[in-house]
Structure formats: structure tokens, C-alpha cells
């Protein structure tokens, strides 16, 4: 019988949410209730959902973002609360000296620290920053939370956790987990999940005046759909294909990637085509090295641009400007169809 636990040791209770977004709000709650610390840290560049405690410098504008090693948190949207611009503090990802000062800093006030383990899908942390960052947070006394809406079933099976041998306090799944349908996980350790459980108190349905205890002591999460069954089934039909069928898919994306490396290189147009397991993205840099947000500002996005358009016209849909993200859907004939179609774009744009 599969589970998540086989895959994502870590995650030793869990709960199921509508979206990956309801999964890491869920999770920064948790680790609020746990610590008694209320600020969150989060990553320059690194997307968590969209509500107003995350929506803050996932893509900033670089004249107003600040220093790089201790960048301003800036909102992502109108309407924004400036409450949750000083509660939530920005770290530059990759640069463990920086974010060590900062959450020194804040100690006090940090319940929690959530990062794409790999920015945006496809820009991994250094493993010597990773293990840097698991240390520095259990020092410190903050909940680690890897989110993995996006790495989950991607980077391998068992995720970025696996690859870095990384055991977080709690972790984020989503996306390919609901086989196309709406689904968050949360999970982690068992004391911190505890906080949540109903033992402790009952809750804000209750309203009968012979509680147990207030509501306050317990933490609330509910949701009419949450752990809806043919969501369910629906992943696990999809775990059981990708067990079969994920390595295949990886096999596949390195064949794209590095024929899109080679073509790119024999026109002399500098590109590397970053990213682990079945994401990457087409990235027009002569940069040496991505590493994060900042690195990425200094590629090419206008002719990205252009190719995707070309490419649109190709017949072929890369989402604009981002990542792409590789399934069992993606065959051989559609590999050598996309690759056909990037020979003819840059043979246009580049004549
Ligand atoms: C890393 C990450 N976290 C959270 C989310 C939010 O997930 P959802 O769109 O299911 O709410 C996303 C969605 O793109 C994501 O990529």
C-alpha cells in the first residue's frame, strides 16, 4: 500500500488542504503555534501562494529591492497589508553568511523560515547552504519548512528532502500529488503536527458553552473539501504511474535540455537549461553560475520572450518566460517535435 511516509520520511503526521497555498498558510500557522514566535523569514524570488503574509518580494523590482545580502520585503500585489511587510523578513537564498546575520537579528521574533528548497523549480540551493540552514534554524529554535508544492514527485520521488538528505520540521506537497486536481499536504514532525490535533481542545465549531476548553488551545484547521476522496484516488493513481514511469520522465528532460544546450551553443547564443528531474528552465545568461533571484535578473528575458513567442506560433505552448515542466503526458514524438520547432525559432531569430 503506498504513502507518503515511504517517500517523505519526515513528514510523520499529516493533513490534507484544498491547494498548496492553503498547505504552507497551514504550515506557518503550526509553526507560529509551536514557537510563540510570530515573524516568518522567507527567500528572495520564492513563491508560497498567494495570500498577503507570502505575497512579499517574490519577484521584486530590482532598483527598490535593496541591499542583496539583506534585501527589503516588498509586497507582490496591491492591496497588501504593511503589517505583513515587517513580519515577513527576506533573506537572499544561497548565502548562508547573510541569512546567519539576519536571523541572529530576529531570533526572537522568527517562528519559522520557509524556501523552495529549488527556487522556482529549478535553481537549486548548494548543499553546503542547505545543511547550513537546517543547523542554523534548529540552533535558533525555527520551524524549518521546505515547500515542495512544485518539488514534490519531480526531483526524484522523494523530493528535494531526499536529494539533500535533509530531514525539515515540516514540509508543503501539492501540484502533481492530486493527479491534476486541487490538493495541499502538510506534514512533519509529530510534535509540532500535535499543536493541530482536536485532543487538545475543542474547536470554533463548537459553540455549545461546555467546552472542554477555549478554542484558543488548539490549532484550527478545517475545510469542506479537505482530504476529498477522489482528489485522493486521484494521486494515487498518479504515484502508482510515477513510480513506473518517473524515470523515464526524468531521462526525457535531460535528452531536451541538453539538445537545447547544444543547439544553443552551435549559434553561439549563451544558455543554460537549469534545473533537476523533470523541471528546468531555458535561462539566456553568461553567468557562470545561477544561484538566485539577483543572478537571474541579469539573463536575457527579452529574447526568452521572443522564443516563447516564436515558439507559440510553432505550435508549441512554454509558459511564458518560466519553467518547464515535464510529465509522462510528454512522449518522445512530442520531445522531437519540440526540439524540431526550437531549431526552426532560432534559426529565425538568429539567421
Ligand atoms: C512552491 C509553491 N508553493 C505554493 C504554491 C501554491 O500552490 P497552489 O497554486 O496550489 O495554491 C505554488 C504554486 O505555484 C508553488 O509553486
Not at 548565502?95 to 522556482?120: F, M, N, T, W, Y
Not at 484558543?216 to 493513481?237: C, E, K, R
Not at 505552448?317 to 526550437?342: D, G, M
Amino acid at each position: 500500500m503506498w504513502c507518503f511516509q515511504q517517500y517523505y520520511p519526515s513528514m510523520e503526521l499529516l493533513r490534507y488542504t484544498n491547494s498548496g497555498t492553503e498547505a504552507t498558510l497551514l504550515a506557518l500557522r503550526l509553526a507560529a503555534a509551536y514557537t510563540g514566535k510570530y515573524k516568518v523569514a522567507k527567500f528572495e524570488g520564492h513563491y508560497h501562494g498567494g495570500y498577503d503574509q507570502m505575497l512579499v518580494s517574490v519577484s521584486p523590482s530590482i532598483e527598490k529591492a535593496g541591499p542583496e545580502k539583506e534585501p527589503f520585503s516588498l509586497p507582490d500585489s496591491k492591496g497588501i497589508d504593511p503589517y505583513h511587510l515587517e513580519h515577513t523578513i527576506v533573506l537572499p537564498f544561497n548565502d548562508l553568511e547573510s541569512c546567519e546575520s539576519i536571523l541572529r537579528k530576529h531570533q526572537d521574533e522568527i517562528g519559522a523560515l520557509v524556501l523552495e528548497p529549488i527556487q522556482g523549480g529549478f535553481i537549486p540551493a548548494e548543499q553546503e547552504f542547505m545543511d547550513g540552514i537546517r543547523s542554523l534554524t534548529k540552533q535558533l529554535g525555527i520551524v524549518l519548512i521546505f515547500d515542495e508544492v512544485k518539488t514534490c514527485f519531480r526531483v526524484g520521488l522523494g523530493g528535494a528532502q531526499a536529494l539533500y538528505r535533509i530531514k525539515p520540521d515540516l514540509t508543503a506537497l501539492g501540484k502533481v500529488i492530486g493527479g491534476g486536481y486541487p490538493i495541499g499536504v502538510v506534514g512533519g514532525n509529530r510534535e509540532i503536527m500535535m499543536t493541530s490535533a482536536p485532543v487538545a481542545a475543542a474547536d470554533v465549531f463548537d459553540a455549545s458553552q461546555s467546552k472542554r476548553s477555549s478554542a484558543q488551545d488548539v490549532l484550527f484547521h478545517s475545510g469542506t473539501y479537505n482530504g476529498h476522496p477522489m482528489i485522493l484516488a486521484a494521486g494515487l493513481a498518479t504515484m502508482n504511474v510515477l513510480e513506473k514511469e518517473s524515470e523515464m520522465v526524468f531521462s526525457r528532460t535531460e535528452e531536451l535540455k541538453q539538445e537545447l544546450e547544444s543547439m544553443f551553443q552551435k549559434k553561439n547564443i549563451p544558455m543554460k537549461a537549469i534545473g533537476i528531474g523533470s523541471i528546468f528552465s531555458v535561462v539566456l545568461t553568461n553567468k557562470e553560475n545561477i544561484r538566485n533571484y539577483r543572478d537571474l535578473q541579469e539573463a536575457d528575458f527579452l529574447t526568452r520572450r521572443d522564443i516563447d513567442f516564436y515558439l507559440l506560433n510553432e505550435g508549441i505552448y512554454t509558459k511564458p518566460l518560466n519553467r518547464y515542466s515535464l510529465s509522462t503526458a510528454h512522449t518522445n514524438e512530442v520531445i522531437q517535435k519540440t526540439i524540431l520547432a526550437y531549431e526552426r525559432v532560432l534559426n529565425k531569430l538568429f539567421a
